[in-house]
Protein backbone atom coordinates (compact mmCIF):
# COMPACT_ATOMS: atom_id res chain seq x y z
CA UNK A 1 0.00 0.00 0.00
CA UNK A 2 1.30 3.46 -1.02
CA UNK A 3 0.98 6.24 1.90
CA UNK A 4 1.07 9.46 0.78
CA UNK A 5 3.24 12.19 3.20
CA UNK A 6 2.47 15.38 2.98
CA UNK A 7 3.00 18.67 5.16
CA UNK A 8 0.65 20.95 6.22
CA UNK A 9 1.63 23.60 3.83
CA UNK A 10 1.26 21.51 1.23
CA UNK A 11 -2.08 20.01 2.01
CA UNK A 12 -3.28 23.87 2.33
CA UNK A 13 -1.85 24.80 -0.63
CA UNK A 14 -4.22 21.60 -2.61
CA UNK A 15 -6.80 22.94 -0.59
CA UNK A 16 -6.72 26.48 -2.12
CA UNK A 17 -7.02 24.75 -5.49
CA UNK A 18 -10.12 22.98 -4.29
CA UNK A 19 -13.64 24.55 -5.59
CA UNK A 20 -15.41 26.44 -3.09
CA UNK A 21 -18.45 23.72 -2.73
CA UNK A 22 -15.46 21.22 -1.99
CA UNK A 23 -13.86 23.88 0.48
CA UNK A 24 -16.96 23.74 2.23
CA UNK A 25 -17.63 20.43 1.90
CA UNK A 26 -14.02 19.61 3.52
CA UNK A 27 -14.75 22.05 6.54
CA UNK A 28 -17.91 20.17 6.76
CA UNK A 29 -15.85 17.61 7.44
CA UNK A 30 -13.60 18.93 9.89
CA UNK A 31 -16.26 19.85 11.93
CA UNK A 32 -17.71 17.26 12.05
CA UNK A 33 -14.72 14.75 12.56
CA UNK A 34 -13.71 17.38 15.56
CA UNK A 35 -17.08 17.37 17.06
CA UNK A 36 -16.47 13.36 17.31
CA UNK A 37 -13.90 13.65 18.95
CA UNK A 38 -14.80 15.91 21.69
CA UNK A 39 -17.93 13.76 21.95
CA UNK A 40 -14.88 10.58 22.28
CA UNK A 41 -13.49 12.35 25.14
CA UNK A 42 -16.75 13.17 26.80
CA UNK A 43 -17.46 10.40 27.07
CA UNK A 44 -14.27 8.18 28.09
CA UNK A 45 -14.83 11.05 31.15
CA UNK A 46 -18.04 10.00 31.56
CA UNK A 47 -17.29 6.22 32.01
CA UNK A 48 -14.11 6.12 33.40
CA UNK A 49 -16.16 8.40 36.32
CA UNK A 50 -18.79 5.39 36.52
CA UNK A 51 -15.87 3.21 36.75
CA UNK A 52 -14.54 4.42 39.97
CA UNK A 53 -16.97 3.31 42.37
CA UNK A 54 -16.96 -0.42 41.27
CA UNK A 55 -13.04 -0.12 41.36
CA UNK A 56 -12.92 1.86 44.94
CA UNK A 57 -15.31 -1.07 45.66
CA UNK A 58 -13.01 -3.91 44.80
CA UNK A 59 -9.33 -2.61 45.55
CA UNK A 60 -10.08 -0.83 48.74
CA UNK A 61 -10.95 -4.03 51.23
CA UNK A 62 -8.90 -5.20 53.83
CA UNK A 63 -7.13 -7.69 51.63
CA UNK A 64 -5.67 -5.79 49.47
CA UNK A 65 -4.34 -3.16 51.92
CA UNK A 66 -1.67 -5.30 52.73
CA UNK A 67 -0.52 -4.68 49.07
CA UNK A 68 -0.94 -0.38 49.86
CA UNK A 69 1.70 -0.70 52.10
CA UNK A 70 4.49 -2.65 49.95
Do not use: C, G
Amino acid sequence: MYQLSLNLEQILQLVKQLPENEKIRLNRELEQDIQNQKQDQQLTTVYTKMSEASFHQIWDNPEDADYDNL
